[in-house]
């Protein structure tokens, strides 16, 4: 059965190589336009899956799944506030990415704050999106390895099975760019969607279907459904708030957003892309969570580690060995697809951003060779971290969109505020980084820990969470200094792009 499911995941992996190759070279295949945005030419039904895969990952699947093990259906509230309102306000921020993006050759997420507030800014912003991205990048990896050690029946090792897959990733990033991992991203965006769907219709008959599945879980685990108003000590509404908040604002300042804005063939491409992308979101998401409510009733005593894999234990509790393999498989092709977009946008933003600063008259060739060496730099670096796991997968995403979170202020400012200067977007951005890094070693000094410290509301902190305090002080410090400081030569001629009647 090892060699079943193992030589699934491999074929996967190399039919992905095949499929990231063959879209590139279809391409232009020389200039850096076509390998970091695939020369805007991306139509709405591969950026609709390309984006669900690049954000639903390891921490959809496995990660909601054991969340809801863990902590019952307030998972499902946080859900609700996060991604309902997700895809209006993506289309509210990202509008004018699209549209200046395709007038003004943006490849990177540095460069629309380079162009309305300046160097230092676009210095600033791929830096903190690298930092950022480490955690969830981690937490893909982490769900990786455990896919492998799981499906192989324990004879792989975790630590083995953290190369697996990072491997095959770097490989078809390096080869097919943005173009590729599109192309990629929608066939195995495709495939876990179908998986979800068949796991949880599987595990709910199991137990008479899904009303009689919750009433027994209700039952045997009353907790799961206790939410703060009622009593539960976990699922306060400032618990929900802060989660949920940290997951969609995060989720709208992170790559992916940016790098699809961009590939976008058309206006109606993108509005599509947007708004089906909630949609779908919604409804996979709340499947994966509920499956893992349900686990409760196949494996009832897992650790809080261990419930990271009540997803692959409730596919070989429920399915036949081959439909559990393919079910495990599609939660690992969504971590790979989340890997993909956030390694491709960082990559980007270093060739982009930072690279070009230092030598503006980089040719397209040496920008595309920098991009490939990031890929593989990024990747080491996440397998050494993944190393000694010690947060559930969960977690380690939410704390990433936190981080994120804070450059929702200068975003907004860009495209919406004549106002925003650059003294503000920069003391914003880096007061409210700074002060979740300062949550971050607070937990670890304290031995509060850092999942407590920035998620788990606190009394010292007015019953809000660290995230809630760092965003606020990020939009206090953003709103104050920009009222206070005048507006620079580069604000002043960014306006007339940004705001231009056009636009409206």
Not at 36 to 53: D, K
Not at 136 to 142: C, G, N, P, T
Not at 326 to 334: D, R, Y
């Amino acid at each position: 059965m090892f060699n079943q499911k193992i030589a699934i995941l491999t074929g996967i992996c190399l039919g992905s190589v095949l499929i990231s190759y063959a879209a590139y070279r279809r391409g232009k295949g020389k200039s850096a336009d076509d390998y970091f945005v695939a020369g805007s030419s991306l139509g709405y039904f591969v950026l609709i899956f390309s984006l669900l895969a690049s954000f639903l990952s390891a921490f959809a699947m496995l990660g909601m799944s054991s969340m809801g093990y863990r902590m019952g259906f307030g998972s499902l509230f946080v859900l609700t506030v996060n991604l309902v309102p997700l895809g209006f306000l993506w289309y509210f921020m990202h509008r004018k990415t699209f549209l200046i993006g395709r007038t003004r050759k943006w490849m990177s997420m540095g460069a629309p704050f380079g162009e309305r507030y300046g160097t230092t800014m676009r210095t600033i912003i791929p830096v903190i999106v690298l930092v950022a991205s480490i955690p969830y990048l981690v937490a893909q990896v982490r769900g990786i390895g455990i896919m492998i050690n799981t499906m192989s029946d324990f004879e792989i090792p975790y630590e083995a099975g953290l190369f697996f897959a990072p491997a095959f990733i770097a490989l078809y990033l390096i080869l097919g760019g943005m173009k590729g991992a599109a192309w990629v991203n929608t066939v195995q965006g495709v495939f876990f969607t179908v998986m979800v769907f068949i796991l949880f219709f599987a595990v709910m008959n199991k137990h008479g279907g899904f009303a009689a599945t919750m009433d027994e879980v209700a039952l045997r685990h009353p907790d799961l459904f206790a939410l703060g108003a009622k009593g539960g000590k976990l699922w306060s509404y400032p618990m929900i708030f802060g989660f949920s908040a940290a997951m969609c604002l995060g989720s709208v300042c992170f790559p992916q957003p940016y790098m699809h804005a961009y590939s976008s063939s058309s206006a109606k491409g993108f509005k599509v892309m947007i708004f089906v992308f909630g949609a779908i979101c919604v409804v996979v998401i709340s499947m994966t969570t509920m499956i893992g409510i349900a686990g409760r009733l196949f494996e009832p005593d897992l650790t809080k580690l261990t419930a990271d894999e009540i997803y692959s234990r409730t596919a070989d509790a429920t399915l036949p060995p081959w439909g559990a393999a393919l079910a495990v498989a599609g939660a690992f092709t969504a971590a790979t697809t989340t890997v993909i977009g956030v390694v491709f946008g960082n990559a980007s933003n270093i060739a982009n951003d930072l690279y070009k600063l230092v030598k503006p008259q980089a040719t397209a060739k040496q920008l595309v060779m920098l991009g490939r060496i990031c890929i593989g730099a990024i990747m080491a670096v996440c397998i050494a971290l993944a190393w000694n796991p010690n947060i559930p997968i969960a977690e380690l995403a939410i704390i990433a969109f936190g981080i994120m979170a804070v450059t929702v202020f200068p975003l907004w400012g860009a495209y919406y505020w004549k106002r925003a200067t650059r003294f503000g977007a920069i003391a914003g951005t880096l007061a409210g980084v700074g002060m979740n890094l300062t949550f971050i070693v607070l937990g670890v000094v304290s031995g509060t820990g850092v999942k407590s410290m920035l998620l788990t509301p606190q009394d010292f902190l007015l019953n809000l969470n660290g995230f809630l305090v760092s965003f606020i002080v990020a939009g206090v410090v953003f709103f104050g200094v920009s009222l206070i400081t005048p507006l620079g030569e580069t604000e002043k001629k960014s306006l007339e792009l940004f705001f231009h009647p056009s636009l409206d």
